[in-house]
């Protein structure tokens, strides 16, 4: 199934920096609203002006003085040696895509800075030393082009029984949201020349054929939605203008967002469509069939997602309860299930149903991958990866777990519908990655791939605990400490959360964390709190709009049982969020500044009533709530962090950290927030990186650089003093 349905996930606000890259894109600005003057009740407005002087000149006051603070710390150079080391490390595994034989995956390293696209055999990919072959050298194209190019992944095609790919490649100056992408040929190893090229925006494009593509992009005024998404789909032909292609569907500005879908059918026929975000957690499906106008509405629920089409079968993920008319049973918010795709395109009508799988209550569909010749699902259960295998037959589906090497951390690396390769990624927090090939044919799974330890484990321990948030429900979080750990509160401790858009919290092996805080004798908590999707669309939903309190109390209902518990106390618990997880850090410097001496908040939204009106945040308010809509603003002033900033209250010195050109969660959040502590004369530091988008780093180098300003600033703040 080729549909651009992952620009939808792209919208999220995911910035975890735990999760490892499977495939061939790398982890995920300049624009800004017009600047506004300054009033009584937000005199800061004028650091949402991203590239103003003003607004530079301050960023670059503060980002001078917090680097001249922390890189004097005597640890400050050993964290980012011992970081970029992690991240430029030859000993990782390159994930990679496989098409027609050949791997695929994109690499960078101390060398390749930007990257590298390349290649080498399947056989070759199994053996130690594969024979890679370059593709693109993204560094050499950036300085040949004088462009900071940051690969943001490709769209590949090729015409069903065909090994002639042809890819958009898109390309992001300096990290945004917003690219550029061109047509890139496989064959010859080279940008098509006279081929597709399209315009820098935040687009989205699909193949429908050799010399067809579907794309929604910035066609002008008026074609952007509120949220600064496309709403508008267009059938573009090869050889002719971009300006000429063909309307196909055009959504509304209110809607988060219109994007391309076209879904590869197992006989080589492409269904030319479009996906319509009406919110950022409903959406519809339509299907514009061959020689008509009108476009035909996929049956499917508002809350559910199309997952492709395996043995003649729509697959399709549910996110809430469902009871179609005509149809015996009730379908839950959580399963997966299926209808025959000829009979939908034959009648037009919904088909008979199936449930494919119904996850329990402790687990939760995380995702699928169809293979050619096998449907892998990834489940979570207990806020624990696996992976299991479905197969239709006479009396249902059958739904059985794929045996795996020990009982870490599992998940999907690749799956394709024209290849028969199933790679899985293995690993949990002490355990480091793992490639694992599993055998359709058989069903058996071999290890490929197995990284040696990249820092010291010994004497480590992991463990899953249950804190009881103030409404009665256990929320479990994973402790990584040392086996003999002294229960006095003395310890070090980090508490991670994010707790939003049903995005869930796995355990995840992280060389960074391991040197620099680990090996250093601090512990390490991860919270599956509500809003996240770790038990389902349940565990999300029960923490939306005017729910959000639920987050918050899960949080700290984690914090306050490591400190009962005796791992930790609040001199020596520090916490770190990022994007939605910077919300949240954003409202715990407020609701319990008494409970942590550190506070990480990266690329944060903070002004939780001007949120929508800054770049991406239009998208959000279903997770958070309108503050154009009376009841649910006055909720968000509840807990908006910048509105309930108290100089009176005895805050924790924070860390803001965010970048310049971050097209999806503006970096005027942190600015104005870090802003009022100085006006209040209340400590704190602020860093602010230059390129990088969402992710706050454009490459290795300014990771490992940013992980150690902020290492170093939690062991200032939560171990002991250095001796003179």
């Avoid at 209110?254 to 957690?281: K, N, Y």
């Avoid at 770790?534 to 490591?562: M, S, T, Y």
């Amino acid at each position: 199934m080729r549909t651009l349905l992952a620009t939808l996930s792209a919208l999220a606000l995911v910035a975890c920096g735990t999760s490892q890259p499977i495939s061939e894109t790398p982890p995920l600005a300049d624009t800004a609203p017009p600047a506004e003057p300054a009033t009584a009740e937000d005199p800061y407005l004028w650091l949402e002006e991203v590239e103003g002087e003003a607004a530079l000149g301050w960023v670059e006051a503060q980002n001078a003085r917090t680097l001249a603070a922390l890189e004097a710390d005597p640890r400050y150079a050993g964290f980012e040696a011992a970081a970029l080391d992690a991240l430029n490390s030859k000993e990782r595994i390159a994930y990679g895509t496989v098409r027609s034989g050949l791997v695929y995956n994109f690499w960078q390293d101390d060398v390749n800075v930007r990257g590298l696209w390349r290649r080498t055999p399947v056989d070759s990919y199994r053996s130690e030393t594969p024979d890679w072959e370059t593709i693109v050298d993204f560094d050499k194209l950036a300085a040949d082009e004088g462009k900071n190019w940051v690969y943001k992944g490709a769209n590949c095609f090729a015409p069903m029984g065909s090994d002639q790919y042809r890819c958009m490649v898109s390309l992001s100056n300096g990290g945004k949201d917003a690219v550029i992408q061109r047509e890139f040929d496989l064959q010859t190893r080279s940008f098509v020349e006279d081929g597709f090229v399209t315009s820098e925006a935040k687009q989205g494009v699909t193949w429908a054929g050799p010399d067809t593509l579907l794309i929604a992009t910035d066609w002008g005024e008026g074609t952007v939605t509120e949220s600064g998404y496309p709403f508008v789909v267009k059938r573009w032909q090869r050889g002719t203008k971009l300006e000429a292609a063909e309307e196909i569907y055009r959504g509304k500005a209110s809607d988060v967002g219109a994007w391309p879908m076209a879904i590869e059918l197992e006989d080589g026929r492409i269904l030319q469509g479009a996906v319509v975000a009406e919110t950022f957690f409903t959406s519809t499906y339509w299907w514009l069939p061959e020689g008509e106008t009108d476009p035909v509405q996929w049956p499917v629920p508002a809350k559910s997602s199309l997952e492709g089409v395996f043995a003649g079968w729509m697959l399709v993920s549910l996110q809430e309860d469902w009871a179609p008319e005509g149809q015996p049973g009730k379908f839950l918010a959580g399963d997966l299930v299926a209808f025959q795709v000829e009979a939908f395109l034959t009648d037009r009508t919904l088909p008979p149903l199936e449930l494919v799988f119904r996850p329990t209550a402790s687990q939760a569909l995380e995702g699928t991958g169809i293979a050619k010749g096998a449907l892998m699902l990834a489940v979570s259960d207990t806020a624990v990866g696996k992976v299991m295998r479905a197969e239709p037959g006479k009396d249902g589906w059958r739904v059985w777990p794929v045996e795996l090497p020990g009982t870490g951390q599992a998940s999907l690396a690749f799956t394709s519908d024209r290849e028969t390769e199933v790679f899985l990624n293995y690993e949990d927090f002490l355990t480091p990655d793992s490639l694992l090939e599993f055998d359709i044919g058989t069903g058996a799974v071999t290890v490929l791939k197995s990284l040696p330890p990249k820092f010291d484990a010994e004497g480590l321990k992991v463990e899953q605990h249950f804190a009881t948030s103030p409404d009665g429900t256990q929320v479990p979080y994973f402790l990584v400490s040392r086996a003999d750990l002294p229960m006095d509160g003395t310890t070090p401790t980090l508490l991670y959360g994010y707790g939003g858009f049903q995005v869930s919290m796995n355990p995840a092996y992280s060389p960074v964390l391991g040197r620099l805080w680990l090996e250093q004798g601090g512990a390490y908590a991860l919270a599956n709190i509500r809003g996240g999707g770790e038990f389902g669309p349940a565990w999300h939903q029960a923490g939306l709009k005017l729910n959000r309190q639920r987050v918050f109390d899960d949080f700290i209902a984690v914090g306050e049982d490591l400190v009962a518990s005796g791992v930790t106390s609040p001199d020596h618990l520090g916490i770190q969020g990022g994007s939605n997880g910077g919300l949240l850090m954003g409202v715990m410097l407020n609701q319990r500044p008494d409970l942590w001496n550190a506070v990480v908040v990266q690329v944060p939204l903070l002004d939780m009533l001007r949120y929508h009106l800054l770049l991406a945040g239009a998208s959000w308010v279903d997770e958070y709530g309108s503050p154009d809509v009376p009841e649910e603003r006055a909720f968000l002033e509840t807990f908006s962090p910048y509105q309930n900033f108290d100089a009176s209250k005895p805050y924790p010195e924070p860390f803001f950290v965010t970048s310049t050109k971050d097209d999806r969660v503006h970096p005027g959040h942190a600015r104005k927030m870090a802003k009022k502590f100085e006006a209040a004369g209340l400590p704190f530091l602020y860093y602010e990186n230059t390129d990088g988008g969402h992710a706050a780093a454009a490459d290795q180098t300014a990771r490992a650089k940013r992980s150690a300003l902020e290492f170093t600033y939690l062991s200032e703040k939560l171990f002991p003093p250095l001796e003179e």
